[in-house]
T-cell receptor, first 110, second 112 residues
Framework: NAGVTQTPKFQVLKTGQSMTLQCAQD?????MSWYRQDPGMGLRLIHY???????DQGEVPNGYNVSRSTTEDFPLRLLSAAPSQTSVYFC?????????FGSGTRLTVV | GQSLEQPSEVTAVEGAIVQINCTYQ??????LSWYQQHDGGAPTFLSY????GLEETGRFSSFLSRSDSYGYLLLQELQMKDSASYFC?????????????FGAGTQVVVTP
């Protein structure tokens, strides 16, 4: 049972480049979320989804897009990378109560 | 404004008891979760309290007082492997388990 799988684990981007962070879960969870983690700031919610075809913004959505075409997949797109988006990104899923997190993507924007 | 307050760091010796407090001020409140995160790792779920009182799971217990907007995580019989960051998180809406607000985390350092 893989749980939540995130790819890539590490990425370096140049300012202005775009990319997609992949997230897939095999637990048939209804809810999926993307968080970013910066030193001393905990986890901040970027976007979340309550089911296939339904997404909503979190606390820090600017510069990011998401889609949820299937229950399993919830990709996060960076439209035009900026140094302020340097962070560790976690995808998480839940069917209620507790999240299962992916192993994270460490993104550096130069 | 919305906020969750936790101490930034707590240090204790092996075998001791540590209590990590979390006070919250959020737009809505439907429950309080706790997560553990080791350096370089992903957060892992520890507990969830929706009602007032104490929930015990092995060496870890979690408490909630909704009237005081306060909760705590109690770590007993501390072990070296308990050295990690601990985050409280509030479920703000009744209709979505996908939307939690996290505190900044408490670094627990366990010494021999």
């Amino acid at each position: 049972n893989a749980g939540v799988t995130q790819t890539p684990k590490f990425q370096v981007l140049k300012t202005g480049q775009s990319m997609t962070l992949q997230c897939a879960q095999d637990m048939n969870h209804e809810y999926m979320s993307w968080y970013r983690q910066d030193p001393g700031m905990g986890l901040r919610l970027i976007h979340y989804s309550v089911g296939a075809g339904i997404t909503d913004q979190g606390e820090v959505p600017n510069g990011y897009n998401v889609s949820r075409s299937t229950t399993e997949d919830f990709p996060l797109r960076l439209l035009s990378a900026a140094p302020s988006q340097t962070s560790v990104y976690f995808c998480a899923s839940t069917q209620g109560v507790g999240y299962t997190f992916g192993s994270g993507t460490r993104l550096t924007v130069v | 404004g919305q906020s969750l307050e936790q101490p930034s760091e707590v240090t204790a010796v092996e075998g001791a008891i540590v209590q990590i407090n979390c006070t919250y001020q959020t737009s809505g409140f439907y429950g309080l979760s706790w997560y553990q995160q080791h350096d370089g790792g992903a957060p892992t779920f520890l507990s969830y309290n929706a009602l007032d009182g104490l929930e015990e799971t092995g060496r870890f217990s979690s408490f909630l007082s909704r009237s005081d907007s306060y909760g705590y995580l109690l770590l007993q019989e501390l072990q070296m492997k308990d050295s990690a960051s601990y985050f409280c998180a509030v479920k703000e809406t009744t209709d979505s388990w996908g939307k939690f607000q996290f505190g900044a985390g408490t670094q627990v350092v366990v010494t021999p």
